[in-house]
Antibody
Framework: EVQLVQSGAEVKKPGESLKISCKGS????????IAWVRQMPGKGLEWMGI????????RYSPSFQGQVTISADKSISTAYLQWSSLKASDTAMYYC?????????????????WGQGTLVTVSS | SSELTQDPAVSVALGQTVRITCQGD??????ASWYQQKPGQAPVLVIY???TRPSGIPDRFSGSSSGNIASLTITGAQAEDEADYYC???????????FGGGTQLSVL
């Protein structure tokens, strides 16, 4: 059974750093792209970026480029999303999700499995 | 264009058919996918590649596309279908992934 299990909720202060995780199981983690999606309170889904754990090829949405870092450690089947200096506006639910094709496939895009989400709260 | 536009809210009577639409120039070139999200839960894929249902998704869910509009149709809506629905695809350049703003479906 494919599963993506994310790390637990975090409460941080502005300016602090944070790294959240997404551990895959039930499939060959190295061979599937993992995307990160933000959902701010009461708002819609926003695509942040994607990584291929096999070679760490990473793409970012321009809205998030330079604001976060996406990484992965294929040896432990885990992807990460990190911030060096959090802002109150980073308060949101963050989801990881598996993309079952090459990101460079030109037909379309979808994700087939989602993590349960990690709630990040940034408040002074 | 980097936008997919959805109606914010739609309602349907129990057992009736409802169509949720997603409009964007990129849909002329790229397939849409659709996700259902219930309160406090992660999204669930219900349609991909425009009209393909993942295993486990009821066949009352179907997808279609015409021009720059993709549609998700629920034939015989059930109370448990009340949720937010998001469309998803690439932008016109193909380099970015974008979501529609979401449609809140009420089943009356």
């Amino acid at each position: 059974e494919v599963q993506l299990v994310q790390s637990g909720a975090e409460v941080k202060k502005p300016g602090e750093s944070l790294k959240i995780s997404c551990k895959g199981s039930g499939y060959s983690f190295s061979n599937y792209w993992i995307a990160w999606v933000r959902q701010m309170p009461g708002k819609g889904l926003e695509w942040m970026g994607i990584i291929y754990p096999g070679d760490s090829d990473t793409r970012y949405s321009p809205s998030f480029q330079g604001q976060v870092t996406i990484s992965a450690d294929k040896s432990i089947s885990t992807a990460y999303l990190q911030w060096s200096s959090l802002k109150a506006s980073d308060t949101a639910m963050y989801y990881c999700a598996r993309h079952p094709r090459s990101y460079y496939d030109s037909t379309g895009y979808y994700v087939d499995y989602w993590g349960q989400g990690t709630l990040v709260t940034v408040s002074s | 264009s980097s936008e997919l536009t959805q109606d914010p809210a739609v309602s349907v009577a129990l057992g009736q058919t409802v169509r949720i639409t997603c409009q964007g120039d990129s849909l002329r070139s790229y397939y849409a996918s659709w996700y259902q999200q219930k309160p406090g839960q992660a999204p669930v894929l219900v349609i991909y590649d425009e009209n393909t249902r993942p295993s486990g998704i009821p066949d009352r869910f179907s997808g279609s596309s015409s021009g720059n509009i993709a549609s998700l149709t629920i034939t015989g809506a059930q109370a448990e279908d009340e949720a937010d629905y998001y469309c998803n695809s690439r932008d016109t350049s193909g380099n970015l992934v974008i979501f529609g703003g979401g449609t809140q479906l009420s089943v009356l």
